[in-house]
């Protein structure tokens, strides 16, 4: 992950996932594996990832799109597509960085898989 550009940090101990990537300061990605032993050699490994806004992303989006409906029901229509456009653009950041990070997760995923399928030959 970090040889692809990604910034990462680990989760704790009580935490439910085990590695997040960041996108940007808006969007992040977090992986949680686990390995389960299946006996005669054989393991099963098991990973979810799934994306995530910052609260500050989530928050900011949620707050211009309602400042975009209040003016829009006041009949200000400047106002009310500059709120709605500013709203939506905070959206459309975040899924931007959280799918970047996803892509990451895809990228690290995909050449462990490499690695996995040359040691089988």
Known sequence: ?????????????YDSWDIEVRGGALGSARLRALVEEHGAGKQLARVRSWPRWAPVALATS????ALALAAGFGHAWAASAVLGFVGIGVAARA???????????DRALGDVREILDRQRL
């Open 1 to 13: 992950l970090r040889s692809d550009g990604g910034v990462t940090a680990r989760g704790g101990d």
């Open 62 to 65: 949620v707050l211009f799109c």
């Open 95 to 105: 899924a931007l960085e959280s799918a970047s990070a996803m892509l990451r997760f």
